[in-house]
C-alpha cells in the first residue's frame, strides 16, 4: 500500500505550545505515595523524591504537570498540605475511598515540580470550596509579600513565590460523580466570580473552564455554551477530557479512536467560536485537553480494592502495544490541532493510568506508552506542518472513513531539522508513505520504529520488550522528499536534517 502528502514550509497550521506535552499527578492510588515520594526507598533523596522515578520523568522531557487532581480536587483544602508534617491533618478521600496523609503538599510538589524543571498547572476546588480559598492560594503561590498568606508561604520555607502561571478552574464540574457537582449554569456564575478574583490577585495567570468531562455526557454542547456565556471574557482555556478503551477487542475500532477524539476537538472549538460570535468578541478561546489517555484494563482490580486505605492500587493499568499505537496517534490528532490546543496533559505520570509504574521495594519502569509519548515531547518542537495524508481508508461501525496511516510533520527551525511522525494501522500490509516538501533535505539524523510486536504484548519491572528499534534502512532521502516504509501496525519516528541552504532560507 502507499500513501503520500505534500508539505510545505508555507503552510503551518501553527508553532506549537511545548505544554501540549504536559501530564498530570493527582493524590488518588499510588500517584503520589509509592510513585513519586518514597521517603524509604533505596534511590529517594533527602526530600523523599524516588529518584529513579525523578530519571525516568526527565527522560520525558514533561514541560508541565497538572495538579492536584482530578476528582480529589473537589474535596481537598489547600491549607491541610503546608506547615510542618506532624500538624498535617488525615483526610478522608471521598473521590477514591482513600485516606490521604498530606504528608506530600503544595511546598513539596513545587519543590519535586524543580527537580523534574517542570512548570505546574495548580488547580483550584469549586466543588466544595469557591472564590475565598481559590484567591488566597494564588496570593500564598504568587504574590512577593506583604500579606498575611504571601507571609505564610515564607514562614513555611520559600521565600519567593512560586509563580505559577497556569491554573484549573474545578475539575468536571459537569458529573454527578464530582463532590460539589453543579449545572452549568451554577459552576458558570462561580467560574466567572472566581476567574475575576484570581485575576484580580495577579493579573498574569492563565486560567483553564472546565468544559464537559468526555464527549458522551448528555449535556455535551449546552454545558459549553453555558459556561463560555458567563466566562469567556474572564478565562483563556476551556478543557477537555476524554479517554479510550478496547472492551471490545477490535483493534480496527480501536485505532480508529483518534479519529474520534480529532471530531471532538473540532466540535469543541466550533463551540467556542459560537460564543466568539455571539459576544462579538475579539478573542479567539483556546483549548487545555488536560486529560486524555487510554483507560480500561485495571477496571476490575480497582472495584475489588479496599476502602480506606493510603496509597491504593487503584486504576494501574498495564498497557500493552496497541495502547501504544493508539496514544502515538492520538498526540498526532493533538499536533494537528495545535493552532487551538495549546495545553494537554496525558492521564497520568505515575501509576495511574500512567507510562511510569513503580515497585514499592524495587525499580521504576517504563510502560509501552512511554515511548511514544517521549519521542513526540523530546523532539516534536517548531511549527506543525499541514499534513493532508492521501491513503486507503477504511469504516469502523461508528467511525467512517478512517485512514490507514496518520501523520503529522514538524519543522523545527532551531535545530535545522524536519521531523516527521506517523502511524501505520493497517493490520497486514507495509504503507510506504512519501513526504514531498519545499525543503532541501539533506540527511536522516535518526529513524526509529515500533512494530513487529504482538498485539499484547507489554512491558514490566524486569522486561522491556517493546520498545523502539532504529529503522534508518527503511528510509530515502531523493532531494525535497523522504519515502518511509512503515511496517503493518507501528508507530514511526523520523527526524532529517535540513541542508544549510535551506535553514538560511528559513531565517533570512
Not at 494564588?138 to 507571609?151: K, L, P, R
Not at 460539589?180 to 458558570?188: N, R, V
Amino acid at each position: 500500500m502507499k500513501a503520500r502528502a505534500r508539505i510545505s514550509q508555507t503552510q503551518q497550521i501553527s508553532r506549537i505550545d511545548r505544554r501540549i506535552y504536559g501530564s498530570f499527578i493527582e493524590h488518588m492510588g499510588r500517584a503520589v505515595y509509592e510513585g513519586i515520594y518514597q521517603p524509604d526507598h533505596e534511590t529517594s533523596d533527602e526530600n523523599g523524591f524516588r529518584q529513579d522515578v525523578l530519571k525516568l520523568v526527565k527522560e520525558l522531557a514533561v514541560p508541565i504537570v497538572r495538579y492536584p487532581g482530578g476528582n480529589f480536587l473537589s474535596g481537598y483544602r489547600w491549607e491541610d498540605g503546608i506547615g510542618p508534617r506532624e500538624k498535617r491533618p488525615k483526610r478522608l478521600d471521598l473521590a477514591w475511598q482513600s485516606i490521604e496523609t498530606n504528608e506530600v503538599g503544595l511546598h513539596e510538589y513545587m519543590r519535586w515540580a524543580k527537580e523534574c524543571d517542570t512548570e505546574v498547572n495548580m488547580a483550584v476546588n469549586l466543588g466544595t470550596r469557591g472564590i475565598d480559598a481559590a484567591r488566597h492560594l494564588v496570593e500564598y503561590c504568587n504574590f512577593e509579600g506583604g500579606t498575611y498568606w504571601s507571609d505564610l508561604r515564607k514562614q513555611n520555607g520559600d521565600e519567593k513565590p512560586f509563580a505559577i502561571k497556569t491554573w484549573c478552574l474545578g475539575n468536571e464540574m459537569d458529573g454527578d460523580w464530582q463532590i460539589g457537582h453543579k449545572t452549568a449554569e451554577e459552576y458558570g456564575r462561580l467560574a466567572e466570580e472566581t476567574a475575576k478574583a484570581m485575576k484580580w490577585v495577579d493579573d498574569s495567570i492563565e486560567l483553564v473552564v472546565c468544559g464537559s468531562s468526555n464527549s458522551s455526557r448528555p449535556t455535551f454542547v449546552d454545558w459549553e455554551l453555558t459556561v463560555l456565556e458567563h466566562t469567556y471574557e474572564y478565562v483563556d482555556y476551556l478543557s477537555l477530557h476524554q479517554y479510550y478503551d478496547n472492551k471490545t477487542d477490535n483493534l480496527a475500532e480501536f485505532l480508529a479512536k483518534s479519529e474520534d477524539m480529532d471530531r471532538f476537538i473540532k466540535s469543541v472549538i466550533a463551540i467556542c467560536d459560537t460564543m466568539k460570535a455571539k459576544k462579538r468578541s475579539d478573542k479567539t478561546m483556546m483549548l487545555s485537553f488536560d486529560e486524555w489517555n487510554v483507560w480500561y484494563h485495571s477496571n476490575e482490580e480497582t472495584a475489588a480494592q479496599k476502602p480506606w486505605t493510603v496509597a491504593p492500587h487503584i486504576l494501574e493499568d498495564i498497557y500493552n502495544f496497541e495502547d501504544a499505537l493508539l496514544v502515538g496517534s492520538m498526540l498526532i490528532t493533538l499536533l494537528k490541532n495545535s493552532d487551538r490546543v495549546k495545553i494537554a496533559c496525558l492521564a497520568q505520570l505515575v501509576n495511574v493510568i500512567a507510562p511510569i509504574m513503580t515497585e514499592k521495594n524495587g525499580t521504576a519502569w517504563k510502560q509501552t506508552i512511554f515511548y511514544p509519548y517521549q519521542q513526540a515531547s523530546l523532539y516534536g518542537h517548531g511549527k506543525a506542518l499541514t499534513t493532508t495524508v492521501d491513503v486507503v481508508t477504511y469504516d469502523t461501525n461508528k467511525i467512517k472513513n478512517v485512514p490507514y496511516l496518520d501523520s503529522i510533520a514538524i519543522l523545527n527551525e532551531e535545530k535545522d531539522e524536519l521531523v516527521i511522525f506517523s502511524v501505520n494501522k493497517h493490520s497486514c500490509e507495509e504503507i510506504t508513505f512519501t513526504v514531498d516538501s519545499d525543503l532541501r533535505l539533506a540527511c536522516v539524523i535518526e529513524a526509529t520504529e515500533m512494530a513487529d510486536y504482538d498485539t499484547k504484548a507489554v512491558n514490566g519491572p524486569n522486561q522491556e520488550l517493546v520498545v523502539p528499534c532504529d529503522s534508518k534502512e527503511r528510509v530515502v532521502i531523493d532531494g525535497g522528499s523522504v519515502t518511509i516504509c512503515t511496517k503493518p501496525l507501528s508507530w514511526n519516528m523520523t527526524r532529517i536534517r535540513l541542508s544549510e541552504r535551506d535553514h538560511k532560507t528559513m531565517t533570512d
